[in-house]
């Protein structure tokens, strides 16, 4: 499981991708689009370098957290075969406390 810390880390990470991509994209923008201008192929190859380190770092991300809910399910699913009756009771109370989350709208 990740920390809190960890997790913030991560989230910077990502926020500070998020913005390079944007500086990036906005920089090619602002460009003159001529395809024959130099400035423009540098700033279309650092934004394409830019996007598929992002994509990288976004799928890596996914499979992470796709990982753990994996693991999470596993752990509770081996808790409810080694416990069934408290399973069942924390099934019943989390769904008499939906319910009543539930009625009050």
């Given at each position: 499981m990740l920390s809190t810390e960890q997790f913030e880390t991560r989230e910077n990470r990502f926020d500070k991708d998020l913005s390079l991509m944007t500086e990036t994209l906005e920089e090619i923008l602002r460009s003159s689009g001529d395809?024959?201008?130099?400035?423009?192929i540098e700033l279309k190859d650092k934004a394409e370098k830019a996007l598929e380190e992002v994509k990288l770092r976004i799928s890596q991300a996914s499979d992470d957290c796709y990982y753990r809910a994996k693991q999470v399910a596993?752990?509770?699913?081996?808790?409810?075969?080694?416990?069934p009756w408290q399973g069942i009771s924390i099934a019943?109370?989390?769904s008499f406390f939906t319910g009543l989350l539930l009625a009050r709208r």
């Open positions: 395809p024959n201008d130099q400035k423009y596993y752990r509770a699913d081996n808790y409810v075969h080694e416990k019943a109370v989390v």
